[in-house]
């Protein structure tokens, strides 16, 4: 059984300025995962929870009070990071916690936390090997809905891009005749 000193532990290494270094070189939620999978402190902390379930809600408890922290809603919350990674924890070790801290980060509607909503969604559509693909609620996501995005943004097709019609790839040089 976990005792509180490693939890403690896990949540300063994965909170770190270093930890942020290393997921800081994605540049989306697949690539946010396969780098955050490839650091033990992360690993460890998902199997001791794995093997903890009740201990599950600590995590959404941290979660709950890191969104809660006030910061510039234009400056990248100080956290994002770390919420994120600990999305991933609790989809990998208890679907239903990870039910419940998603709502409480979309909840707070933070304009700053741009890998914690990424990642989220990315998981909570099921688009990683995680067991919410087992249940039977639907988890499609509009993110239009989920971050109030109401202007309508216009699509541009120009010279060089796969066109709607057809659906494939021209060449620049190639005519659209």
Do not use: C
């Amino acid at each position: 059984m976990m005792n509180r000193d490693i939890f403690a532990e896990y949540f300063e290494i994965i909170e770190s300025t270093e930890m942020f270094s290393k997921l800081a070189l994605s540049n989306n939620a697949e690539t946010f995962l396969r780098i955050m999978k490839s650091v033990d402190d992360v690993l460890l902390f998902k199997d001791e929870i794995s093997a903890n379930p009740d201990l599950a809600e600590h995590v959404t408890s941290r979660i709950e009070a890191l969104v809660g922290i006030e910061t510039d809603p234009e400056v990248l919350h100080l956290y994002d990071h770390a919420i994120a990674v600990y999305l991933f924890i609790l989809s990998e070790s208890n679907v239903e916690e990870f039910l419940r801290a998603w709502e409480k980060v979309k909840e707070k509607r933070l304009t700053n936390l741009w890998w914690a909503y990424g990642v989220g969604s990315y998981i909570y559509k099921g688009a990683i090997q995680a067991p919410i693909a087992t249940t039977e609620k639907n988890y499609d996501v509009d993110l239009r809905d989920e971050f109030n995005l109401t202007d309508e943004v216009e699509i541009k097709i120009e010279k060089g891009s796969a066109t709607e019609d057809e659906g494939r790839y021209r060449d620049p040089g190639e005519s659209y005749a």
